[in-house]
């Protein structure tokens, strides 16, 4: 939707002069703003852009181009983006709007009551990923991770970041971390994996009876500690029953954001915020940015909140030179098909995957992945933005920020789009691997985990990295797309057709 409407009480887009909230008006403004701090050409064009959901695609791109040079730029840039949302997005209240984070700095919300639930299975020792039908470990793994790489379907640093967790099975021993998982019911979430490991969980997540049930079945089926917030006096916490607590728990993120916030400030501790939240349209930047604001505020005056995200991989990346080096040569190598694809290259399709590179300030070739989906759209683009903003500002003010690229997933919210779900079924004629949930789930809970765990790795902030952005393709399963031979969007729709024929098969 291209206009969002007024709440009661809510994260909200501003008003524009009519009095309604354009989602189209706030993002081509916010990327302007943050393009103009490093490129202010590429500013003004985006500015000039009139169908915003037809043509966000390049504006897209460009953000990543205008950050590669140098690692002040993706800073600069980022902070320009985060400071523009800020600047504009509102908390409205009793009719009127207040600027979001000055309003819940000085919220006095009472808070949430907390419902613990607590395991009653063995903490998990061994690890394993589900794969086809097998759960696969120590040799099996080992040859599964070489296949991924050897095909292209991960970075080779993805496999070496499995590998650190498999050669330290002490750090999947999680009874000493406590991590808010926001999206609790997800199927991309963490929630199940770290409670197995005897994690601490802080579950965020809509009200919904069905949801919550099926919650807190998972953590009694585990080794962890499960909180599960309830309106206060809404129940008897010490001799409420499940059932009751779920028809009353949750927090709507979007018009309870100050709730969510007094919840999470009782947290005694280190904990890890981990956004994994989705909505359709306007609604997925809304509670991105509730969240957001709750994780600033929650980080001012302590140093012990770490940040936690997953990437989609149908987005745009600066990528190391061998995956760019795989790309060329696999283009190079079509041998015959290149006469049977030339005449449908003037239709924009069998492009190549990287038709020009950006040279860094240290005469460096960057590849720039473009693989966002525009059926995915524009808000959706913003909403990743601004998570990828806030871990590279984040990080640089000296915050643990993990955020991985996840492969391409059948999850549910793919499946119920039907040209996605056809897409991702022809997805392998290409040299891409689309995921299970369950697979993809436990291999991104155990990069969590590593990153947590791990000084070496790119989410500590005293780790150096030649740009910031260089902490999306650490340890990246992008399932094939930075390293196939094409560009993703001009096989999209051939891969939908295949895809019609394989899913009726």
Not at 113 to 127: A, H, L, M, N, S
Not at 312 to 331: G, I, K, L, Q, Y
Not at 365 to 380: K, M, R, S, T, W
Request: net charge neutral.
């Amino acid at each position: 939707a291209s206009r969002t409407t007024l709440a009661a009480m809510a994260t909200n887009f501003p008003a524009v002069n009519d009095g309604s909230r354009s989602t189209t008006t706030t993002a081509r403004a916010v990327v302007a703003d943050a393009l103009r701090a490093v490129d202010p050409a590429a500013a003004r064009k985006v500015e000039q852009i009139k169908n915003w959901r037809e043509d966000y695609l390049g504006a897209i791109r460009d953000l990543v181009v205008a950050a590669a040079p140098s690692p002040q730029a993706a800073v600069t840039l980022s902070r320009a983006g985060l400071d523009s949302l800020h600047e504009r997005f509102v908390w409205t209240a009793d009719g009127s709007d207040r600027p979001l984070m000055s309003a819940l700095a000085v919220s006095d919300h009472e808070g949430m009551d907390t419902f613990e639930v607590i395991g009653r299975r063995e903490r998990r020792t061994q690890f394993s990923v589900p794969y086809h039908g097998k759960r696969l470990e120590t040799s099996d793994l080992h040859r599964q991770l070489d296949d991924w790489v050897a095909r292209g379907i991960t970075e080779p640093s993805f496999a070496d970041a499995v590998r650190a967790v498999m050669a330290k099975p002490q750090w999947l021993d999680c009874r000493d971390l406590q991590v808010v998982v926001v999206g609790a019911g997800a199927e991309m979430g963490p929630l199940k994996q770290l409670l197995d490991w005897g994690a601490t969980v802080y579950a965020v997540d809509l009200p919904n009876p069905g949801v919550w049930e099926r919650v807190m079945a998972t953590a009694k089926d585990s080794a962890g500690r499960l909180a599960v917030p309830v309106p206060r006096r809404s129940v008897q916490i010490d001799t409420a029953s499940d059932n009751r607590v779920a028809q009353v728990a949750g927090i709507d993120v979007i018009s309870n954001t100050d709730a969510l916030l007094a919840w999470l400030r009782e947290i005694e501790g280190a904990f890890t915020l981990g956004n994994y939240a989705y909505a359709d349209g306007g609604l997925h930047v809304r509670v991105s940015m509730a969240i957001d604001a709750v994780s600033a505020l929650l980080s001012q005056g302590r140093d012990d909140v770490s940040l936690a995200f997953l990437a989609t991989p149908t987005d745009v990346f600066a990528v190391p030179e061998d995956a760019v080096a795989m790309s060329r040569m696999r283009w190079n190598d079509r041998r015959t098909r290149r006469v049977l694809q030339a005449p449908l290259q003037l239709a924009k399709m069998f492009e190549p995957n990287y038709r020009d590179t950006v040279i860094d300030d240290e005469g460096r070739e960057v590849g720039i992945a473009d693989c966002l989906v525009p059926q995915q759209g524009p808000n959706y683009a913003l909403a990743k933005r601004l998570q990828r903003w806030r871990a590279i500002v984040a990080r640089a003010d000296g915050q643990r920020v993990s955020l991985n690229v996840a492969p391409a997933t059948r999850t549910r919210s793919v499946v119920k789009n039907r040209a996605l779900a056809a897409a991702y079924a022809g997805a392998g004629q290409f040299g891409i691997e689309v995921f299970s949930p369950a697979t993809a789930n436990t291999l991104m809970a155990a990069l969590l985990v590593r990153d947590l765990r791990d000084q070496r790795s790119a989410s500590n902030p005293d780790v150096d990295l030649r740009n910031p952005m260089d902490l999306f393709a650490d340890a990246a399963n992008h399932g094939g797309l930075w390293r196939t031979a094409y560009e993703p969007r001009s096989v999209l729709s051939l891969a939908a057709v295949l895809g019609l024929f394989v899913r009726n098969a």
